[in-house]
């Protein structure tokens, strides 16, 4: 069973930065795709960023350069960096793995921007 496990979330000003981590039970090293999504009170969940085991990545747009995604597989970690923060951004943060047409999810992390 492959287990997903966020951190980094939390509380921050527009404007700032947070960087979430992805750690995975397994070897990410030929995991397909690997992804970060997001879902807000009262919206569907969605993209904003994935990996390919080749090292491809595609954002949603309305990251527009703000975010990036990376992968260290020695460490069987994802990591999102969120730079430029604002409030539409406060959302729930869900890692993703598609492991042969499986999805596995993680538990989440609350990102919240507010002053």
């Known amino acids: 069973q492959v287990q997903l496990v966020e951190s980094g979330g939390g509380l921050v000003q527009p404007g700032g930065s947070l960087r979430l981590s992805c750690a995975a039970s397994?070897?990410?090293?030929?995991?397909?795709?690997m992804g970060w999504y997001r879902q807000a009170p009262g919206k569907e969940r969605e993209l904003v960023a994935r990996i390919t085991s080749g090292g491809s990545t595609n954002y949603g747009d309305f990251v527009k350069g703000r975010f990036t995604i990376s992968r260290d597989n020695a460490k069987n970690t994802v990591y999102l960096q969120m730079n430029s923060l604002k409030p539409e951004d406060t959302a729930v943060y869900y890692c993703?793995?598609?492991?042969?047409?499986?999805?596995?999810w993680g538990q989440g992390t609350q990102v919240t921007v507010s002053s």
């Open positions: 993703n793995a598609d492991i042969w047409g499986l999805d596995y």
């Open positions: 397994v070897s990410i090293f030929s995991i397909n795709v």
